[in-house]
T-cell receptor
Framework: GQSLEQPSEVTAVEGAIVQINCTYQTSGFYGLSWYQQHDGGAPTFLSYNGLDGLEETGRFSSFLSRSDSYGYLLLQELQMKDSASYFCAAETGANNLFFGTGTRLTVIP | DTAVSQTPKYLVTQMGNDKSIKCEQNLGHDTMYWYKQDSKKFLKIMFSYNNKELIINETVPNRFSPKSPDKAHLNLHINSLELGDSAVYFC???????????FGEGSWLTVV
């Protein structure tokens, strides 16, 4: 079967750096995406890694290692508004995203 | 302008009823989806349509029937609703070769 495992909850202090890990096991794999979802809202795209290495977009960075079936999302200079759920998602085929279990990030003052 | 819009946003209905959720996207995308998010926030794909043709049909009860009149619309009809169907249903769209999916605001379905 397919699975993407993430920690269920993470708590971090405002201004700090937090890393959310994702390990995957899928039948096909083309890349890893990250989505953010605030309570009551829709998932919104954050980043995509099609190749190994680090992708940086402002305060957010994402990393992929295909050999380790592993990726992470790094959030820097945490703000209160970053409190949300974060999902990794594996692109397992054309137009097919398989989502992870989600990590609820709580940013505290 | 809302990119992916779905209606209704909230729906409370009794077991056994039939209901529909409508979805429209104005992004010019060829591919549309329906995802289900349960109470544990697990987000699972149900269907994927590419230019009105069914591409992905995950293991979903046949009480769920998607209909795509054109590539900008993908509606979801649910027959004989059950308590376990209570969830948030997200419509989404993307380019054919795109890896970014744009989600609607969700339709919160509660079956009582």
């Amino acid at each position: 079967g397919q699975s993407l495992e993430q920690p269920s909850e993470v708590t971090a202090v405002e201004g700090a750096i937090v890393q959310i890990n994702c390990t995957y096991q899928t039948s096909g794999f083309y890349g890893l995406s990250w989505y953010q979802q605030h309570d009551g809202g829709a998932p919104t795209f954050l980043s995509y890694n099609g190749l190994d290495g680090l992708e940086e977009t402002g305060r957010f960075s994402s990393f992929l290692s295909r050999s380790d079936s592993y990726g992470y999302l790094l959030l820097q200079e945490l703000q209160m508004k970053d409190s949300a759920s974060y999902f990794c998602a594996a692109e397992t085929g054309a137009n097919n995203l398989f989502f992870g279990t989600g990590t609820r990030l709580t940013v505290i003052p | 302008d809302t990119a992916v819009s779905q209606t209704p946003k909230y729906l409370v209905t009794q077991m056994g009823n039939d209901k529909s959720i409508k979805c429209e996207q104005n992004l010019g995308h060829d591919t549309m989806y329906w995802y289900k998010q349960d109470s544990k926030k697990f987000l699972k794909i149900m269907f994927s349509y590419n230019n009105k043709e069914l591409i992905i049909n995950e293991t979903v009860p046949n009480r769920f029937s998607p209909k795509s009149p054109d590539k900008a619309h993908l509606n979801l009809h649910i027959n004989s609703l059950e308590l376990g169907d209570s969830a948030v249903y997200f419509c989404a769209s993307s380019q054919v070769s795109g890896n970014t999916i744009y989600f609607g605001e969700g339709s919160w379905l509660t079956v009582v």
